[in-house]
């Protein structure tokens, strides 16, 4: 009886928080004590991802990531018990709702111990917000910290109480793009491209985005106000920058988007000396769809195969985990490939530390306590810069033609220095 009794405070525990509202039922308790104290224990891991729609590029190598780190994760050492990790993957369709409804699902269906989520705040947030409802341990990446932290009105005083975070700051994609531009030959006018979603409102706010920092730094902010994600019209847009003598176009856009603006500026005379674009400028098949306009466009740099960096599961350096990629997929490799992986670095770390592997608090108190070496650089969230968030490196670079196709280049690291620059920016 007193078994039974535990497993009755166990799920009341795990559910405490629970918010109205959700109009989910937990199931059954009894099913978290059984898999947590089975002779061959397992802790389940929920992982949503945009599999699908204008964010998939994001997902392009989940399959590779969670394939080669499964024998990493079939036994984990736990308090002198072996346990093994399993991966429930969801497809978020690049749509906040579908995140937050596919969270649910895996917290409160799925039973899971642990939940994880990548790539923009279209699905880091309602993930993490499901995640908080339901006291469920979650860690995060692949989002600039302060769209992920203010975005769900964190209080830095404050922070969450099960949900955290790592990945660079707004403050750290400002300080790579102004090395990036720190060119005589370019006039110091700036055209900005923000869309109406949670990263370009973050992007373009007035205090903790892009418009003072560079009206401190010298630089003339031309910003024609949000635009709606998916438009087919950028006319208003180049007008304004082409009225200003904008010779720099920055912005956060997702792959579509910049595609139409950047065919519709050929067509209308907007030649900018220097395009440096988050989010669309990321991905290799985005940069090979536009042909030779694809060359010589710019984007911040999370992580390269040449990141000084190696996994804490495998032992692969950023260079091996890459090639690996390339030659399993015969795709080029992309940047969320090293957030991807160090995202189950973190997870099995915090699944060796954990006290207690039945209790969803003692997970929340291992994750705090994480202080790590990753194959993207460390992850302390005892460093801030505010609750439940930590910081990566982060550097900037160049898509550039090398042995007939593009490749993208580190041209500046003055924000992280212990990563190598491989070339040096060539105008437009």
């Avoid at 969230?381 to 505010?386: E, I, L, Y």
Wanted: net charge neutral; charged share 20%.
């Amino acid at each position: 009886m007193s078994s039974n009794g535990n497993n009755d405070n166990r799920g009341s525990t795990r559910r405490s928080v629970l918010r109205a509202g959700l109009g989910l039922l937990a199931a059954p308790a009894i099913l978290h004590f059984t898999r947590a104290y089975a002779k061959s224990p397992t802790i389940k891991v929920g992982h949503v991802s945009p599999v699908t729609g204008p964010l998939a590029g994001f997902a392009e190598a989940n399959d590779y990531i969670l394939n080669s780190i499964r024998k990493s994760l079939s036994s984990v050492e736990n308090n002198g018990k072996s346990w093994s990790i399993e991966v429930i993957s969801k497809d978020s369709q690049s749509n906040p709702n579908r995140a937050a409804e596919v969270a649910a699902d895996l917290i409160l269906k799925d039973q899971v111990d642990i939940i994880v989520a990548a790539s923009t705040p279209d699905t880091v947030n309602p993930v993490s917000d499901q995640a908080e409802a339901n006291g469920t341990p979650c860690i995060t990446t692949d989002c600039p910290w302060q769209p992920y932290f203010f975005g769900r009105n964190g209080k830095p005083d404050q922070g969450f109480e099960s949900t955290y975070h790592f990945f660079w700051g707004l403050e750290d994609v400002i300080g790579a793009f102004l090395s990036l531009w720190g060119n005589p030959n370019v006039a110091q006018k700036v055209g900005g491209l923000f869309p109406n979603d949670a990263d370009g409102n973050a992007w373009g706010d007035a205090e903790r985005g892009f418009p003072r920092p560079l009206k401190e730094a010298g630089y003339a902010l031309t910003d024609p106000g949000r635009y709606q994600p998916m438009s087919d019209d950028f006319s208003a847009q180049i007008s304004a920058f082409k009225a200003a003598g904008a010779e720099i176009v920055t912005g956060n856009m997702i792959p579509p988007d910049f595609g139409t603006f950047w065919s519709q500026a050929g067509q209308q005379g907007l030649k900018p000396r220097i395009v440096t674009i988050g989010k669309a400028l990321l991905f290799p098949s985005v940069v090979a769809s536009l042909g030779d306009r694809g060359i010589g466009l710019s984007s911040e740099i999370w992580w390269s195969p040449n990141h000084p960096f190696s996994s804490s599961l495998t032992g692969e350096s950023s260079q091996q985990l890459a090639e690996g990629y390339v030659r399993a997929s015969n795709r080029p490799w992309t940047q969320p490939i090293g957030f991807k992986h160090a995202l189950f670095e973190v997870v099995a770390d915090v699944v060796r530390r954990a006290a207690d592997l039945g209790e969803p608090a003692s997970i929340i108190e291992a994750i705090r306590k994480t202080n790590m070496k990753t194959i993207v650089g460390p992850v302390d969230w005892s460093k801030g810069p505010v609750k439940n968030v930590t910081k990566t490196p982060l550097v900037a670079g160049q898509w550039q033609r090398a042995n007939g196709k593009a490749e993208l280049v580190i041209t500046t690291n003055k924000t992280a220095p212990e990563i190598p620059v491989g070339g040096e920016l060539k105008l437009l």
